[in-house]
């Protein structure tokens, strides 16, 4: 019986090592064999091996307490090796009561190379590859590269990507590998289709997300390149604009891709349901913290009963919530917000509930990926450190912050178990970008001509999130020199100290005689009070120089002076009976002359202006470049005369509203006011005085609003007042026809405005002269139509405005462009 079952046996291994793969068998018959499973280490027997070591080979194997390999341990070991890709093949047999172990060893590269890559420089690729030189080479590894390198391609934009590795054969078992790089033509993005939206048309939304249509001027550009991390990006997108404003219950379903090969190109459509929009019903605040009243945080809610419903504000008023508990001693409070729709009524009742939250602590907070920028740099954006109390409000918070830096492509904060059950582990994997800029840019103006600069900045200087610039201006009536340099973290407080340099000088124009050169510096303070309003603290001190022709400086000599030209002006020559006949009856302003209070201020010489000044700002506009809603209130208040030889308190209001009508059309309120107070009895300077013109009222040239010099044979100069204010109102309409990425849009306006009330010197006893000039505040006002284009060049705007009313004396100017464009 037992020979019957041992012929059994083998008879079905025989059965068995015909269907296996060689390695297999190996194992197969070393497991039949029973003297194998007797083997101990000392008794392997490596064959084949040229670099590795056999000792190292043989480490591989191990044995069990008694020094002994059981067939499970061998196969482990061939398994190990097989794992270490070092090899080829490995077979092991048995003979002469040792185990053999033959290895067949993998080859080693000995350069890598790329061949047809222009895009992408060769350092970038072989960072992002696996096959290295003098590593092993592995076929598995290089067909994986080959599909790395494919990616990095597809990641912008090129999708005909085709990448093929060759292997040359060298001496002593070694290869050379090269890619061998059919880069491709970028693949764009089409079209880009909305479905399922009503409340917004296709041509808004496309102002929301990242992802362009390719057109003529995509070259300029890059998003209108196929990304789907980017179309990915654009889905939250329009989830939080909905969100926004009021569509509680917005669902973007689906981003769905699909290539055109006859358009060659992605056609990109997503996929909404937008649901109804909600307003706020009633706000309230319930505590179940015996000792917090929920209603004494409603100051720090920016949700208010009536209005529409807005994710973004809840999330903020809950981050409020969150900061002011902690500081009333509640570090593990809670605050959840709560909404109860009414779908009849279309509204959301909010609740914030305020609980006492788990005891969870901040263990540990690892910052990863930041190969540039400090870690402290990162860690100062938070508003928790290591072993506060972990709170989901505030580490959303620091990664709104560090967004905003602009420092990073991406930031991602998750979280993790800590070593108890009550520790948590933060980890903030960041991925950096370029963060400085070098520009040359150019534009021209109606006003000042042709201007051209060039600028060098850098965001995140040294790794220590400074900011620096320096640029050198050159224009047709301009040109200065400007350094600046920002320190976000005063003594690692959130208060920013920035400090400019500059210098500048204004040449003589249409606009006005005379030339002004003026440098200096100026400090500052800035304050965040919250995320919409900010408070600048500042000290400026400044020099200032006009310059004249002599032309238009020839009736200053003093005949008391035998070393100047005696040229009398009319008032000097009527006390004194002198005929002027000979000029025309204009004397020495035969040939023009600059008017008054600038030849006062010539005679003075340099003027130096040291003031304190703060600024206050209320910002919610949804885009500070190209804004469609929110609010921007800007209050200005400068006091000269702390030193120096110039005294004024000047004080300026600025206010524009925005907000979207209807069929995407945009409507802007914008009022401005200033007044200027001198302190003392003293003149106050004509360049201190307010200068206005299409700033305030459009359809009047520059400085061509306000009091002016009329005296006969003077060069008319405008005198500035001392009080202005504007209204202006304005239609932005899109042109549908055209597609969304060209940028250009229409627009329809209203102004009135007027400055008034000059200050300054009327009349100069060194020449006897009496400044006559026009000083109304007439009602300015004008209606215009526009053309703005948000072009790849840089922002260009044309005005045509037509004057309603106006003073006698102001000068119209009723076309107007301006832009300019950095390469």
């Known amino acids: ?119 992408v420089k060769d350092d970038q ?73 009503k409340a917004y048309s296709a041509y808004r939304l496309r102002d929301i997300i990242k992802t362009r249509e390719s057109n003529l001027l995509s070259f300029l550009g890059g998003n209108d390149v196929y990304d789907p991390d980017r179309v990915e990006a654009d889905r939250d997108l329009i989830r939080r604009f909905y969100l926004k404003n009021g569509y509680a219950d917005v669902q973007v379903i689906a981003a769905l891709t699909e290539y055109d090969p006859e358009g060659k190109g992605f056609i990109v459509t997503f996929t909404i349901e937008e649901g109804q929009q909600y307003r706020v019903a009633s706000v309230q605040f319930r505590s179940t913290i015996a000792t917090l009243d929920g209603n004494s945080l409603a100051n720090v809610s920016r949700i208010s009963v009536g209005s529409v419903y807005n994710a973004e504000l809840i999330e903020k008023s809950v981050e409020e919530m969150q900061l002011e508990t902690s500081r009333r ?55 928790i450190s290591e072993g506060d109390a972990y709170n989901r409000a505030l580490v959303d918070r620091a990664e709104r912050r560090l967004k905003n830096l602009d420092y990073f492509k991406s930031v991602k904060i998750t979280t993790e178990p800590g070593s108890s059950s009550d520790r948590v582990i933060l980890n903030v994997d960041l991925e950096e970008k370029s963060t400085g800029e070098f520009s040359v840019s150019g534009g021209y103006s109606t006003s000042d001509g042709f201007l051209g600069e060039v600028s060098v900045s850098e965001r995140n200087l040294l790794g220590r999130g400074l900011y620096a610039k320096t640029s050198v201006s050159y224009g047709q009536y301009s040109n200065g020199v400007s350094l600046s340099f920002v320190e976000p973290y005063l003594l690692d407080y959130r208060v920013a100290l920035g400090v400019d340099l500059f210098y500048k000088n204004q040449a003589e124009s249409s606009y006005q005689s005379y030339s002004v050169q003026s440098y200096g510096f100026s400090t500052r303070l800035g304050f965040q009070l919250r995320e919409d309003l900010t408070l600048q603290l500042r000290y400026s001190l400044m020099s200032q120089k006009m310059g004249l022709t002599s032309v238009y400086d020839n009736c200053n000599n003093n005949p008391a002076n035998p070393n100047l030209a005696f040229n009398p002006t009319p008032a000097y020559a009527a006390a004194h009976g002198i005929d002027l006949t000979s000029t025309g009856g204009l004397g020495c302003y035969y040939d023009g002359e600059a008017s008054l209070p600038v030849r006062i201020e010539l005679d003075k010489g340099r003027a130096i202006t040291s003031a304190l000044g703060y600024t206050l700002t209320f910002n919610t506009l949804d885009n500070n470049k190209n804004a469609t809603s929110g609010l921007l209130v800007d209050l200005r208040q400068d006091f000269a005369g702390v030193g120096g030889n110039v005294s004024y308190v000047k004080s300026t209001a600025d206010l524009k509203y925005y907000q979207p009508l209807v069929a995407d059309i945009v409507g802007l309120i914008h009022l401005q006011g200033g007044i200027l107070n001198k302190i003392g ?58 597609p969304k990425e060209v940028g250009l849009k229409g627009a329809v306006y209203a102004d009135a405005g007027s400055l008034w009330g000059y200050q300054g010197p009327t009349s100069w006893a060194q020449t006897a002269e009496t400044m006559s000039y026009s000083d109304s505040s007439i009602v300015r006002s004008s209606v215009g139509v526009g053309l703005v284009w948000a072009s790849p060049f840089g922002p260009l705007r044309f005005d045509y405005a037509v004057p309603l009313t106006k003073s006698p004396y102001d000068r119209v100017q009723e076309f107007r462009f301006g832009g300019g464009t950095s390469f």
């Open 1 to 119: 019986m037992t020979t019957g079952v041992r012929v059994l046996r083998e008879g079905l291994l025989a059965a068995l090592l015909m269907i296996v793969p060689p390695a297999a068998t190996t194992m197969m018959g070393l497991l039949a064999a029973s003297p194998a499973a007797a083997q101990s280490a000392a008794s392997i027997v490596v064959e084949g091996n040229r670099r590795v070591e056999a000792e190292t080979i043989r480490s591989y194997f191990k044995p069990d307490a008694a020094g002994r390999l059981d067939s499970g341990r061998v196969d482990d070991g061939l398994k190990a090796l097989y794992d270490t890709g070092l090899f080829q093949d490995v077979k092991i047999n048995h003979a002469g009561g040792h185990l053999v172990v033959i290895v067949v060893e993998n080859q080693v590269i000995g350069r890598v190379a790329f061949e047809g890559n222009k895009k």
């Open 125 to 197: 690729l072989t960072a992002e590859i696996q096959s290295k030189p003098r590593g092993t080479f592995s076929r598995a590894m290089v067909q994986s590269d080959a599909q790395r390198i494919s990616e990095i391609y597809r990641r912008s934009g090129r999708y005909d990507v085709h990448v093929v590795p060759q292997i040359i054969e060298q001496p002593n078992n070694r290869v050379d590998l090269i890619f061998e790089v059919t880069e491709g033509n970028k693949t764009g993005v089409k079209t880009i289709n909305f479905v399922g939206n």
């Open 329 to 383: 001693g509640y570090a593990f409070a809670t605050v959840r917000p709560n909404g109860e729709r009414n779908f009849e009524a279309r509204t959301v009742a909010i609740i914030f509930a305020i609980d006492e939250g788990p005891r969870n602590y901040i263990e540990r907070i690892n910052v990863r990926g930041n190969t540039r920028t400090r870690d402290y740099v990162i860690r100062r954006e938070f508003d």
């Open 681 to 738: 009895n003293d003149d106050l300077r004509m360049l201190d005085h307010f200068q206005m013109g299409p700033q305030l009222v459009r359809g009047f040239e520059t400085n061509g609003i306000g009091p002016r010099d009329i005296t006969t044979g003077t060069t008319n100069d405008a005198l500035g007042g001392t009080k202005y204010w504007g209204a202006s109102a304005e239609m932005q309409v899109p042109f549908w026809f055209l």
